[in-house]
């Protein structure tokens, strides 16, 4: 009995308990406003993991949504300057 009821628990909630996170509500605020910006967005949605439920306008519908629980992820593209190379140079974190 003390072997089988740990052996138990491991199968139930191994298979019951999933850490996986999907559609994550997510809020954007889409500042490049290009072609490029759009396919982040798609592909991001499309894997799953983020779930669009709002695009915004200003910085401050991102807080009001946070703040509100209408969102719990918020993704911002700054805008990108004419003059910057998009292929081969290193993304920027902020």
Same mark, same amino acid.
């Given at each position: 009995?003390?072997?089988?009821? +740990?052996?138990?628990?491991?199968?139930?909630?191994?298979?019951?308990?999933?850490?996986? %996170?999907?559609?994550?509500?997510? $809020? &954007?605020?889409?500042?490049?406003? @290009?072609?490029?910006? #759009?396919?982040? &967005?798609?592909?991001?949605?499309?894997?799953?993991?983020?779930? %669009? %439920?709002?695009?915004?306008?200003?910085?401050?519908?991102?807080?009001?949504?946070?703040? !509100?629980?209408?969102?719990? %992820? !918020?993704?911002? $593209? +700054? +805008?990108?300057? +004419?003059?910057? @190379?998009? #292929?081969?140079?290193?993304?920027?974190?902020?």
């Amino acid at each position: 009995m003390g072997f089988l009821m +740990p052996v138990l628990l491991l199968l139930i909630f191994g298979y019951a308990i999933s850490l996986d %996170v999907n559609d994550i509500a997510t $809020i &954007v605020l889409d500042l490049d406003r @290009s072609s490029l910006s #759009r396919e982040l &967005v798609t592909d991001l949605t499309a894997s799953g993991y983020f779930k %669009v %439920v709002r695009h915004a306008e200003h910085h401050r519908e991102i807080g009001d949504a946070l703040d !509100a629980g209408a969102a719990r %992820v !918020a993704l911002t $593209i +700054p +805008p990108v300057s +004419p003059g910057t @190379s998009t #292929r081969g140079g290193r993304p920027h974190s902020r």
